[in-house]
């Protein structure tokens, strides 16, 4: 079979998975945690995978850069099989067993990849990841009592972080991969796609933080943030290109990221809002 059969069959049994749970919960905090759960992923992997070269994927969906398409396998990991998992088992309150059962499900699964040579390891071991998804999963547990309750300060602030940054990065990264609209050069790594992946997924947590400072700021006119907002992510871009680390090469590209911006800022001030009021 097709190295893509293996991928797609993990995103269609994650798809069903997240839609029977969303139905029988049916609330904001489900979402919230799903979303926060996807943000931690992404900087752990942004870590271990992007900078680091953990390993690779070999979907073989995207054909035309190498990096890109084990880009892709690590989105359909790190954003939906893994914190839909997560989500299932904090919403529902399972208990350490079946924390041990599901890392060892995903450790099986890793495994049987390895031996498809559609997943490849460099310093990785499968020990790491199961060790890794036990904490992974215990910390799901950890955000939801906190979602659950009206949050302020520390823990506050960090789920909005969390949740800001997977909508973020996905928001960034995925056009990249698909239309390529744009590519980073700052000549991190010889790979073109690897040196474009690590240098957005900088951007998108720079950008995340921006986003979640400037809604803080009580403005009696709150129109002056998405104006402020707007022109700031112009400029950057603009500086970006100016100094050769930023190649934008579609006509939208520009335009789709101000846009972008904007519609963060009015996200995260309603994602604000709703995790300090329950």
């Given amino acids: 079979m097709p190295n893509s059969f293996w991928f797609f069959a993990l995103l269609i049994s994650s798809l069903i998975l997240f839609c029977s749970i969303i139905y029988k919960k049916r609330n904001t905090q489900t979402l919230f945690l799903y979303l926060t759960m996807v943000g931690y992923g992404y900087i752990i992997e942004t870590m271990i995978f992007n900078f680091l070269g953990s390993y690779d994927y070999k979907p073989n969906i995207i054909k035309h850069d190498s ?22 088992i904090a919403t529902f309150h399972l208990n350490w067993l079946w924390i041990v059962i599901f890392s060892g499900y995903f450790v099986g699964i890793e495994w049987f990849f390895l031996k498809l040579h559609i997943y490849t390891h460099h310093w990785w071991r499968l020990e790491y990841t199961g060790l890794g998804l036990v904490m992974y999963f215990v910390l799901a547990k950890i955000f ?5 309750l009206p949050s302020q300060g520390l823990k506050h602030n960090l789920m909005l972080y969390l949740i800001t940054g997977s909508i973020s990065a996905s928001c960034h990264i995925l056009p990249m991969l698909f239309f390529l609209n744009r590519y980073y050069r700052p000549n991190w790594f010889d790979n073109v796609g690897r040196d474009s992946i690590a240098f957005s997924a900088l951007y998108y947590l720079c950008a995340s933080l921006y986003y979640c400072l400037i809604v803080k700021i009580n ?18 871009n603009q500086f970006l290109i100016m100094i050769g680390i930023l190649h934008s090469l579609v006509w939208w590209d520009q335009m789709y990221y101000v846009f972008l911006s904007l519609f963060l800022i009015m ?8 995790l300090s009021s329950r």
């Avoid at 990096?67 to 299932?88: R, V």
Wanted: net charge positive; hydrophobic share 50%; no cysteine.
């Fill in 144 to 148: 939801y009592k906190w979602i659950l």
């Fill in 219 to 236: 403005w009696k006119t709150k129109w002056k943030k998405y104006i402020l907002t707007g022109l700031f992510f112009y400029i950057v």
């Fill in 267 to 274: 996200l995260v001030n309603i994602t604000d809002k709703r």
């Fill in 67 to 88: 990096f890109y398409d084990s880009e892709l396998g690590a989105f359909f990991s790190n954003a939906l099989s893994l914190p839909i998992t997560a989500t299932l």
